[in-house]
């Protein structure tokens, strides 16, 4: 039995997916790396059964026809033989010294009994061109050195969020709910982070910078340009969430907040990529967004589309979408997002 499963899903990584993979690779043969080449038609396929070919009993590689990025996360779901599963993205490492302690941790947990569905570590934003690294720090929301529920956290502000790079599912528990990705599909993290969360019961918070979070890239798929390209995979993102949102069958009232606040913000960040891209057809997208939320559930329309920053989305005409527009561009500055 392993311990860890790390899923490294791989398209065309050639370039960088030797930093992300040594980072993990420690004398530990409970820790499982799974690498999925997703298709890809550069030297993927050799680096990854070459690291699969020096270490047999840790490094598992799947070679599949290109599925996108969520259909690699469901591959590597299905084959993960650890009792903990992580997905680490291909441009992206982690801490070492923050990893022994992940280790230890988890260890420690299964060793005392102590069952948890999520573990919550920091991730940390290493941006091109930034001598400052953001740290994403939950400590003043999570409580530390036991396992606890929803109930027992602190709220949430607005803006800061469980990521996929801070998160450890316990492998059970996705495949208990059948949980899986749309394929062909960008930005699928926001769905990896979402749907699992009413499943979600036990959470343990390591206080550690374990995930190193590359971003800045010109070609990267979080670049505000390439995602106004592909507004479309985000919009079906969008719509997703709001499918698999039930404020009514959410009993904890903590938890239903906070993905409230989490769809809230992805349908920020849609409506904003619409706005920018100054299109007509994408005017008309934002106005189809909020109608398909309005018709699906209405109380959650209602909830998000009257909150401030609802009504600040939806400000009519010319001046209202420079105000909405002005308002993103201090939220860029003072958070520092892509």
Not at 112 to 120: F, I, N
Not at 227 to 255: F, H, Y
Request: charged share 30%; with cysteine.
């Amino acid at each position: 039995m392993k311990l860890l499963s790390f899923i490294v899903p791989c398209y065309n990584s050639q370039d960088y997916m030797d930093r992300c993979i040594s980072s993990l690779l420690v004398n530990d043969e409970e820790i499982e790396i799974i690498i999925v080449n997703d298709g890809s038609n550069d030297g993927t396929r050799m680096i990854a059964d070459s690291y699969e070919s020096m270490y047999p009993s840790m490094v598992k590689v799947v070679h599949q026809e290109n599925k996108g990025h969520g259909g690699a996360v469901n591959t590597g779901i299905k084959v993960a033989a650890g009792l903990f599963v992580k997905v680490v993205d291909s441009d992206d490492w982690v801490d070492r010294e923050a990893y022994q302690q992940i280790r230890m941790k988890l260890k420690a947990l299964v060793a005392e009994g102590k069952a948890v569905d999520m573990v919550v570590s920091n991730f940390v934003y290493e941006k091109t061109g930034k001598r400052h690294r953001k740290v994403m720090k939950y400590d003043r929301n999570l409580p530390e050195g036991r396992v606890f529920t929803w109930d027992e956290i602190k709220s949430f502000r607005k803006g800061q969020y469980i990521l996929m790079h801070s998160i450890i599912y316990r492998t059970n528990l996705l495949k208990e709910c059948r949980f899986t990705l749309p394929e062909h599909t960008f930005y699928v993290d926001n769905l990896f982070v979402f749907k699992p969360l009413e499943k979600v019961k036990r959470i343990y918070y390591v206080n550690v910078d374990f995930y190193r979070y590359f971003i800045g890239r010109e070609d990267q798929s979080v670049n505000e340009k390439v995602m106004i390209e592909r507004i479309d995979q985000q919009l079906k993102v969008n719509k997703l969430m709001i499918d698999g949102m039930n404020i009514e069958q959410i009993k904890s009232p903590k938890l239903r907040q906070y993905m409230l606040n989490y769809l809230e913000i992805i349908t920020i960040i849609s409506t904003i990529l619409l706005i920018r891209s100054r299109k007509k057809e994408n005017l008309q997208k934002k106005k189809e967004l909020w109608k398909y939320m309005n018709e699906k559930d209405i109380e959650l329309y209602n909830t998000i589309r009257y909150g401030v920053m609802g009504r600040m989305m939806n400000i009519p005409g010319y001046l209202g979408r420079s105000i909405t527009v002005s308002a993103y561009k201090v939220s860029q500055k003072i958070v520092g997002f892509n």
